[in-house]
């Protein structure tokens, strides 16, 4: 998507460690603007897809799920991080580690909210290894829900997240591929 790599050129900030910044219109200060073009390529990437719900993650995929949701008229769940494992009684459960903060979350949906009639497309901000991605899958597959697709604002390509879900057959749309970024020069080049 040609304007988000704009944004990405023009405001990210390679890091160390290959993280990408992008806190000037997704991650801190969101850009309302952008994130409805972002909302409306989402539906039409999946616009034949059966999509009754949208499931992402805490914090940072629940503004585009939002916002993406409106065009799909459909709710949107977050699996919640867990300080303890027990809100309202029963909840599907599972454990994914954190990119950027290094740790391992107990991540939860309650079973009111994600079922085995259930059409899911999974949203979130960032696919790099593909663990908040395959975190979320685990709580579909044990909801008994199914999955209609997963989108992605930006996906750093020399990770190995977004090719394993390809090749598991998951219908898998990002909206910025990232091919390279380094960090010295701050130059960002995007897969087409
Ligand atoms: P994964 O679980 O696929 O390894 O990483 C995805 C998650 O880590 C995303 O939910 C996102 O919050 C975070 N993340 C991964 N890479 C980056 C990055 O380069 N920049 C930022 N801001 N977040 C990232």
């Known amino acids: 998507m040609e304007l988000l790599e704009k944004k990405i050129q023009k405001d990210g900030i390679v890091k160390a460690g290959n993280v990408l910044k992008v806190d000037h219109f997704l991650n801190h200060q969101m850009d309302i603007a952008l994130f409805n073009e972002m909302g409306k390529e989402f539906k039409r990437l999946f616009a034949d897809r059966p999509v009754n719900k949208i499931l992402t993650i805490e914090a940072s995929g629940i503004g585009i799920a939002c916002i993406a949701a409106q065009y799909f008229q459909v709710p949107v769940v977050f699996a919640k991080k867990a300080q303890s494992i027990n809100i309202d009684g029963e909840v599907y459960s599972t454990k994914i580690e954190s990119f950027t903060h290094k740790r391992v979350y107990d991540v939860i949906v309650s079973r009111k909210y994600l079922g085995p009639e259930d059409h899911i497309l999974i949203i979130d901000d960032f696919l790099a290894n593909g663990c908040a991605v395959n975190g979320l899958l685990e709580l579909i ?52």
């Open 141 to 192: 597959e044990s909801a008994g829900a199914s999955v209609e697709g997963i989108g992605i604002v930006i996906e750093k390509g020399q990770q190995m997240g977004g090719k394993l879900l390809r090749e598991k057959g998951y219908h898998v749309e990002s909206l910025a591929i990232i091919e390279h970024m380094d960090e010295k020069t701050g130059e960002i080049c995007f897969r087409h």
